[in-house]
């Protein structure tokens, strides 16, 4: 996972609940791997494979997108491609988040 920005390359911004989250998932043993190869993609701006089922958000995330890292590890992030920027906001189960 890079927080720089590359040619061809979104930068990625990190809340610090994000990074919270993200101390509690590696506590937990989850694959950070697999996080960081979500993030990589939706950095680079490719489409995510159906598996992740990534979304738009409504209530009171509206405006943010969710993708499922496993079936109940979830990443919530927002996307602004006109700023070349994606933050990451929430990452961890259901239960954590809502």
């Given at each position: 996972m890079t927080s720089e920005s590359q040619?061809?390359?979104?930068?990625?911004?990190?809340?610090?609940?994000?990074k919270k989250d993200l101390k509690r998932?590696?506590?937990?043993?989850?694959?950070?791997?697999?996080?960081?190869?979500?993030?990589?993609?939706i950095?680079?701006?490719?489409?995510?494979?159906p598996r992740h089922r990534d979304h738009l958000l409504s209530g009171d995330y509206a405006g943010f997108r969710e993708c499922h890292i496993q079936p109940d590890w979830l990443l919530i992030y927002l996307d602004e491609p006109e700023l070349c920027v994606v933050t990451a906001i929430?990452?961890?189960?259901?239960?954590?988040?809502f």
């Open positions: 040619q061809g390359r979104r930068a990625l911004v990190m809340t610090s609940q994000f998932a590696r506590k937990r043993g989850l694959p950070i791997g697999e996080l960081e190869a979500v993030i990589d993609a950095l680079e701006g490719a489409d995510l494979s929430r990452t961890g189960s259901r239960s954590d988040l």
